[in-house]
């Protein structure tokens, strides 16, 4: 329909780096006089489309002066030229969850699930310590497309962000999110839903408070 998989992994890294931006801080933070205090942001990556789009927003927020330590727990082929491409922000690139900080971090992005995997699928044990290192750290957590594994795993977030539309509900105690991936109205009444856009101004919108 024209809408094609780089351009719906790209807006979805942009406004996840967008939404992460603002949650350490934003301009007050983000500053020249701040140096000395750069935010720092952990992101999970899955084996999925929804670790692609995390990579992409690592990417992002490298190039917005953040401290990045990118975890990539199972590689595999879709993920190899996401993944050359952040190689090129000098940022930390990790695979072993013992290389994780264990300081609290300023966020942790969360992005080892994905809708498109059955929630009765075996996890790796990779990512399943991976998992367990975002519920034991201190840090706060951005869950990028909350599905029924993370719901089932106990994901212990503070936000969510879903792309597109929402596809589950999110525990009451999270703060959930909504991204506008540009796509067009046509495409959702090809596939006979009946969309208003709801964004008006914002890339990010908050569905819930």
């Known amino acids: 329909m024209g809408f ?28 020249r006089r701040n140096a000395h205090q750069v935010p720092h942001v952990v992101i999970l990556a899955g ?3 929804v670790g692609i789009q995390a990579i992409c927003a690592a990417r992002h927020l490298a190039n917005h002066k953040v401290q990045v330590t990118l975890s990539v727990p199972v590689k595999t082929e879709i993920l190899v030229q996401h ?32 809708p498109e995997e059955e929630s009765t699928n075996q996890m790796s044990p990779q990512l399943t310590s991976v998992n367990q290192w975002a519920n034991d750290n201190k840090a706060p957590v951005l869950l990028l497309d909350p599905c029924s594994r993370s719901r089932m795993l106990g994901v212990e977030s503070k936000w969510s962000l879903s792309f597109g539309l929402p596809l589950i ?41």
């Open 83 to 114: 993944l050359a491409l952040f190689f090129h922000t000098g940022s930390k690139l990790i695979s072993n969850v013992a290389d994780l900080p264990n300081e609290p971090v300023d966020l942790v992005i969360h992005a080892l699930f994905s």
């Open 169 to 209: 509900d999110v525990p009451s105690e999270c703060r959930t999110y909504l991204a506008d991936l540009g796509i067009p109205k046509g495409i959702y009444s090809a596939v006979n839903i009946n969309y208003t856009s709801p964004f008006g101004d914002k890339f990010v919108i908050a569905l819930n408070h």
């Open 47 to 49: 084996p999925n489309n």
């Open 4 to 31: 094609s998989e780089s351009q719906r992994i790209e807006n979805a890294g942009v406004c996840a780096c967008q939404m992460a931006l603002q949650l350490v801080g934003g301009s007050n933070r983000l500053t």
